[in-house]
């Protein structure tokens, strides 16, 4: 047997790796990585929701072979002291889709989901969007980054194209390029995405030209968007969905921010009518997620859709997850119990959680009117959700038109992080597109995300002053 020398032997780990991992794209974002740990930094740059929102803030696990049970601290408690009085416990009646039991959700389950979740999330989901066919089924998923996965993989080939909005959530546009399949942006307005333009789109398709036939899916964010904080009418709902079915496109409706919109006629209205809702022909694969309602570290979520295509997005995960985890089937089907089921999550959570968006989103647009000159910029329309899309009026910077947009857009982003407040850039969102756009019409279309879901009320401010100190030095208007 030759022995092993002990020296290390360099090894070139490139000839191990598949063609997947050598072409992965990650998301821009992290681009801007390098800013955030800029001492003093104020960050609108990340859309995640804040601790203080989690429905838990402890926990303790009866642990049978330490003879003990365990208390685990959450946001605001420190020690078991702080957690609540232990409820009364009552034997769910047999009916009761909620009934977690660890005995039962500790096993390996079916990869759709365990009995207890599946059935209240059909009838939320018949509650809710009530599909207008029979045969749709659900599948649990670890959130909506693995149902959007899955829906990739079950549906798409290398080379094949797909639709995005015009300015897309890089963690679908990153893994979808890295799997080969060619991303094309459909152009949006301020209702989202322009039914008309994907009609052209689809009309003047050239298969020799483009090297492959049409795309068979869209997939689209349809509430307070990610990044364009968006939240798309009814009326225009119904449009691309004509368009869809005329062109025989399947919608992937990718919406973790549902239940954060802004409802204009009060917090007890209903939301507006989803894609699923409105479809006839089982078209729609809608993925729901529990990451922004209750905490992203439950990785757990839904999707619901016609049972064939469902089956096969469940193969896929099979081989992958496997099946969502007992531990957070377990905490989530508790919390919905203690909430009191559908009637306690749509009556009384739900308006709870988006009242604290809802009231961010208005202090940011308050502010920004506040303290950026109306010059620079344009102020969207509340929708709720973690996300303001502030359009710079590009067509009246004074390097315009002399200068590119983007690259005037580049320059105010370094103005600001001069100030110390981040933010990101639309750059960073836009799909790959077939729209020859004019430099006026570019100069339209030169947006940041500003996420309002972290920073304190203080802090926010704080930041929004920054952010219009650097664009009037930008604009060159006199403070
Ligand atoms: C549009 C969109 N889809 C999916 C996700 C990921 O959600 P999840 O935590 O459920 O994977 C996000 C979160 O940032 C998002 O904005």
């Not at 990451?291 to 096969?312: C, N």
Request: glycine fraction near 6%; hydrophobic fraction near 35%; aromatic fraction near 10%.
């Amino acid at each position: 047997m030759p022995s092993i020398e002990p020296q290390a032997t360099p090894i070139d780990f490139s000839q191990y790796l598949s063609r997947e991992s050598k072409e992965r794209k990650r998301s821009q974002l992290k681009e801007l990585r390098p800013y955030f740990v800029i001492p003093g930094m104020i960050s609108f740059g990340v859309g995640i929701p804040h601790p203080s929102t989690w429905p838990v803030n402890g926990m303790t696990l009866s642990v049978p072979f330490a003879g003990k049970s365990v208390f685990v601290p959450g946001f605001g408690s420190q020690s078991p002291s702080d957690m609540y009085p232990l409820a009364e416990y009552q034997d769910p009646a047999k009916g009761d889709a909620l009934r977690p039991d660890l005995g039962e959700e500790l096993q390996y389950s079916s990869t759709y989901g365990t009995p207890h979740l599946l059935s209240w999330i059909k009838e939320h989901i018949q509650r809710v969007h009530n599909p207008q066919y029979d045969d749709w089924v659900n599948l649990c998923t670890a959130g909506n980054t693995d149902g959007v996965d899955g829906v990739l993989r079950a549906c798409f080939d290398r080379g094949d194209y797909m639709l995005v909005e015009e300015f897309a959530y890089p963690g679908t546009l990153s893994p979808a390029t890295t799997m080969g399949i060619r991303c094309l942006g459909v152009p949006m307005d301020t209702d989202g995405v322009d039914p008309k333009a994907l009609d052209d789109m689809m009309m003047n398709w050239d298969e020799a030209e483009k090297g492959g036939p049409r795309p068979k899916m869209i997939v689209i964010v349809p509430t307070c968007s990610n990044p364009a904080g968006v939240t798309t009418p009814v009326q225009r709902k119904r449009e691309i969905y004509s368009a869809c079915r005329k062109w025989n496109l399947l919608i992937c409706e990718d919406d973790p921010y549902c239940f954060l919109q802004i409802r204009p006629n009060g917090a007890d209205s209903p939301i507006v009518p989803s894609f699923l809702s409105m479809d006839t022909d089982g078209r729609v694969i809608r993925i729901d997620s529990f990451s922004k309602i209750v905490a992203p570290g439950s990785r757990l979520g839904f999707i619901t859709g016609h049972k064939t295509l469902v089956e096969k997005i469940m193969n896929t995960r099979e081989s992958a997850t496997q099946c969502p985890s007992g531990f957070s089937i377990a905490a989530i089907t508790a919390i919905l119990r203690a909430w009191g089921s559908h009637e306690g999550f749509e009556r009384n959570y739900i308006p709870y959680i988006s009242d604290i968006y809802a009231k961010r989103c208005l202090s940011a647009i308050r502010f920004l009117k506040e303290h950026v000159p109306a010059e620079t910029i344009e102020i969207p329309a509340p929708a709720g959700g973690m996300f303001l899309w502030v359009r710079f009026k590009i067509e009246s910077h004074p390097s315009f038109p002399a200068e590119d947009p983007e690259t005037i857009s580049k320059q105010i982003f370094h103005s600001m992080i001069e100030q110390k407040v981040l933010m990101c850039p639309s750059e960073y969102f836009k799909a790959p597109s077939t729209t020859q756009w004019t430099k006026e019409e570019e100069a339209k279309r030169i947006f940041v995300r500003l996420s309002f879901s972290l920073p304190p009320q203080e802090e926010m401010e704080e930041g929004i002053k920054r952010m219009g100190r650097a664009l009037a030095k930008e604009w060159r208007l006199s403070a």
